[in-house]
């Protein structure tokens, strides 16, 4: 049994605006293994985030191959990626992009009511990985009730609720301040081990990059580490 979750292979984008065309990404090739925590790191106009919207099947390269398990992700189609982003993958975002109407159970309930898992299974389910990230007492609360952090967790806790094989997070830490940034990249890492999760995290914090198990350079669209 193989320890590598997914492998990028050549990949390449381009952005066509009239007659101009904007190289963004170019040959990228790298291996993620199980469980690896791998931080992205590179200066704003990188690739970043083309990257990490390629690898969480919400954009398309112009070339190369995204393989999992012998398969070529970048191969299905529209509904098929969206049921593998569903089961497979969680995201997490610098702004938590919680739904403002929802409590925080409501919020967590979603990716496995997507899924199709019954209503009252969903909620023990939600209930149980907010507890994990600590905030039991806060099931019932809107995201307008809770703090920056506390929101964060709650975003953390929609992205793992499914045991996904791999979560893409985008400056995860990056709208909070030092100490609850510490706090949520502790949480991060805790999962990681608990759940046996792959973490993909942009970041322009060298200092959080550091504490991962490897860290990739982006400059100008090419990987150089």
């Known amino acids: 049994m193989t320890d590598v979750l997914m492998q990028a292979r050549q990949i390449g984008k381009s952005y066509q605006d009239g007659k101009v065309t904007t190289p963004v990404l170019h040959d990228i090739n790298f291996d993620l293994k199980v469980a690896e925590m791998l931080a992205v790191v590179g200066s704003s106009g990188s690739g970043k985030s083309t990257l990490m919207h390629i690898l ?25 990626a969206a049921q593998y982003r569903n089961a497979q993958l969680g995201f997490v975002y610098q702004f938590h992009h919680l739904l403002s109407e929802f409590s925080a159970l409501e919020n967590v309930c979603m990716p496995l009511l997507i899924g199709g898992e019954q209503p009252q299974r969903a909620k023990q389910r939600a209930g149980d990985i907010l507890e994990r990230v600590g905030l039991a007492h806060r099931l019932s609360h809107r995201p307008a009730e809770l703090s920056g952090g506390e929101r964060q967790r709650v975003a953390i806790a929609r992205a793992v609720v499914n045991e996904p094989k791999l979560v893409l997070a985008d400056e995860p830490t990056g709208n909070l301040d030092q100490t609850t940034g510490a706090e949520v990249f502790a949480l991060l890492l805790e999962l990681n081990q608990k759940l046996n999760t792959s973490f993909v995290i942009v970041t322009h914090d060298l200092q959080l990059a550091t504490q991962m198990d490897r860290t990739l350079t982006l400059q100008h669209g090419q990987l150089i580490s």
């Open 56 to 80: 969480g099947l919400l954009d398309r390269p112009d070339s190369g191959e995204l393989i999992c398990n012998g398969t070529n992700l970048l191969d299905l189609n529209r509904k098929q």
